[in-house]
């Protein structure tokens, strides 16, 4: 808390307070470029020549939206994309943007995608937002809270106090992305410790823990632009998250997310007997 406190002395609040503003335009931006185009007929890419990484008109329409936004207010901050080519500008802030995490759902009328912005300062995520535009939900991190928006209120957004795996709720994306040395048997054990299980909710599993639905959270090779947003809202209220090794989550690598730290470390224990050492 310490050095947050001391991150958020450096940016100042006029900062803080413009970052928020900008959180919320941008994504007001990017539902007007996904939403009319959500469960409709629309064409889809593969960006893949071997396998399948569907993107569509809405994550480019979208993250060019956001792009646009942030510039208005910050044309010196650098941009990260999924879609378009970085902006680097040597500043010490840069947005991460995935415009639509969870394609894959988008393209099947699934409402369990989300836009991810993110905010980081010297590397370090200060601000974040995951917006579906479908359900009407945003939940937002900025100035060290947490809190979900819907229909006009705001929610303050607490993570569960779960700290035993056989209580616990567990989420990943699928277990098929599981395919690095011992990884699956990992992931299996893990699993079989835990009350329950499910799978496929991307962005908005983290959001379902920072609200106190979901204890766990366990993905590999994730990008910086799918973890990016959702560490200050997980931190902001309550959780924790990191990679598998301890570090640092921002730049993206083998996730974990938990309520507390104490089932962090439950499940990391299960895991590592699988894992290389």
């Given at each position: 808390?310490?050095?947050?406190?001391?991150?958020?002395?450096?940016?100042?609040?006029?900062?803080?307070?413009?970052?928020?503003?900008?959180?919320?335009?941008?994504?007001?931006?990017?539902?007007?470029?996904?939403?009319?185009?959500?469960?409709?007929?629309?064409?889809?890419?593969?960006?893949?020549?071997?396998?399948?990484?569907?993107?569509?008109?809405?994550?480019?329409?979208?993250?060019?939206?956001?792009?646009?936004?942030i510039a208005k207010t910050?044309?010196?901050?650098?941009?990260?994309?999924?879609?378009?080519?970085?902006?680097?500008?040597?500043?010490?802030?840069?947005?991460?943007?995935?415009?639509?995490?969870?394609?894959?759902?988008?393209?099947?009328?699934?409402?369990?995608?989300?836009?991810?912005?993110?905010?980081?300062?010297?590397?370090?995520?200060?601000?974040?937002?995951?917006?579906?535009?479908?359900?009407?939900?945003?939940?937002?991190?900025?100035?060290?809270?947490?809190?979900?928006?819907?229909?006009?209120?705001?929610?303050?957004?607490?993570?569960?106090?779960?700290?035993?795996?056989?209580?616990?709720?567990?989420?990943?994306?699928?277990?098929?992305?599981?395919?690095?040395?011992?990884?699956?048997?990992?992931?299996?054990?893990?699993?079989?410790?835990?009350?329950?299980?499910?799978?496929?909710?991307?962005?908005?599993?983290?959001?379902?823990?920072?609200?106190?639905?979901?204890?766990?959270?366990?993905?590999?090779?994730?990008?910086?632009?799918?973890?990016?947003?959702?560490?200050p809202i997980i931190e902001?209220?309550?959780?924790?998250?990191?990679?598998?090794?301890?570090?640092?989550?921002?730049?993206?690598?083998?996730?974990?997310?938990?309520?507390?730290?104490?089932?962090?470390?439950?499940?990391?224990?299960?895991?590592?007997?699988?894992?290389?050492?």
């Amino acid at each position: 808390m310490a050095e947050s406190t001391t991150l958020f002395a450096e940016v100042g609040e006029t900062t803080l307070n413009d970052i928020r503003s900008v959180l919320l335009a941008a994504a007001e931006a990017a539902s007007a470029e996904t939403l009319p185009l959500f469960r409709s007929r629309l064409d889809i890419d593969n960006k893949l020549t071997s396998g399948y990484d569907p993107v569509t008109e809405a994550d480019r329409g979208a993250e060019k939206a956001i792009r646009e936004v942030i510039a208005k207010t910050f044309p010196d901050h650098a941009i990260i994309g999924e879609e378009w080519d970085d902006k680097l500008t040597g500043s010490h802030f840069a947005w991460i943007i995935d415009p639509v995490d969870g394609t894959r759902a988008f393209v099947s009328g699934v409402p369990v995608w989300g836009t991810l912005i993110g905010v980081t300062y010297n590397g370090r995520a200060i601000a974040g937002l995951m917006a579906q535009p479908f359900t009407g939900e945003t939940y937002l991190a900025s100035h060290g809270r947490a809190e979900l928006i819907h229909k006009g209120q705001s929610t303050p957004l607490i993570a569960s106090d779960a700290t035993r795996l056989g209580l616990s709720t567990l989420f990943t994306t699928t277990p098929a992305l599981f395919t690095g040395p011992g990884q699956r048997a990992g992931f299996d054990a893990l699993e079989e410790e835990v009350q329950l299980s499910r799978y496929g909710t991307d962005c908005y599993a983290y959001c379902l823990l920072a609200a106190g639905h979901v204890d766990l959270i366990v993905e590999p090779r994730m990008n910086t632009y799918d973890i990016a947003a959702l560490v200050p809202i997980i931190e902001n209220a309550g959780g924790v998250v990191a990679t598998w090794d301890g570090e640092r989550p921002e730049s993206g690598g083998d996730i974990i997310a938990a309520a507390t730290p104490e089932l962090m470390e439950a499940a990391l224990e299960v895991m590592r007997r699988h894992l290389p050492a």
